[in-house]
């Protein structure tokens, strides 16, 4: 049986200008962290991200947060992309209170990982409709930071 390879995409730098609380409910307490932009950059492609999308956060009764998300990427030479992706973060109580504060926490005390898809007509990345891609995640102070990775 192959091992599964991996291979850097990019670096993925959000901003989120706010959250709305939907509140408690019969799955956890959700909220909706809304993207106002950001950045992506990796040696096959690069850009920023467009504002208008979304991070649907479910804290999930033993603890860990559940994203699923949906951004639009513009490359540097214009093209659209949409990318879609589930995560998991969990860790120690104290650690994820400190975040929830808005403090810097070492990446190393908690787990955070993504896995992902995704879309696009332009026919320079189409290569990208045919791609999972698995990450790893921080949660700085001034925004989610991610490093994707294709599978191979």
């Known amino acids: 049986m192959a091992d599964i390879r991996t291979r850097h995409l990019f670096t993925l730098r959000l901003r989120v200008s706010g959250m709305q609380a939907i509140g408690a409910t019969p799955i956890g307490d959700r909220r909706i962290g809304l993207v106002?932009?950001?950045?992506?950059?990796?040696?096959?492609?690069?850009g920023t991200v467009l504002p208008g999308g979304a991070d649907w956060i479910i804290a999930r009764?033993?603890?860990?947060?559940?994203?699923?998300?949906?951004?639009?990427?513009q490359t540097e030479d214009g093209a659209l992309i949409g990318l879609t992706y589930r995560g998991l973060r969990h860790g120690p109580r104290d650690v994820m209170d400190r975040m929830a504060r808005g403090e810097a926490v070492d990446p190393t005390q908690?787990?955070?990982?993504t896995v992902g898809g995704f879309e696009t007509a332009a026919p320079r990345y189409d290569w990208l409709n045919r791609v999972w891609a698995v990450g790893t995640g921080e949660r700085p102070p001034e925004g989610p930071v991610y490093e994707l990775f294709e599978v191979l």
Do not use: H, K, N
């Not at 106002?36 to 690069?46: A, I, P, S, V």
């Not at 908690?110 to 990982?113: A, G, K, S, T």
């Open 110 to 113: 908690y787990y955070f990982r």
């Open 36 to 46: 106002e932009g950001g950045t992506f950059e990796g040696e096959r492609l690069r």
């Open 61 to 73: 009764p033993d603890g860990a947060m559940a994203l699923d998300v949906r951004l639009a990427l």
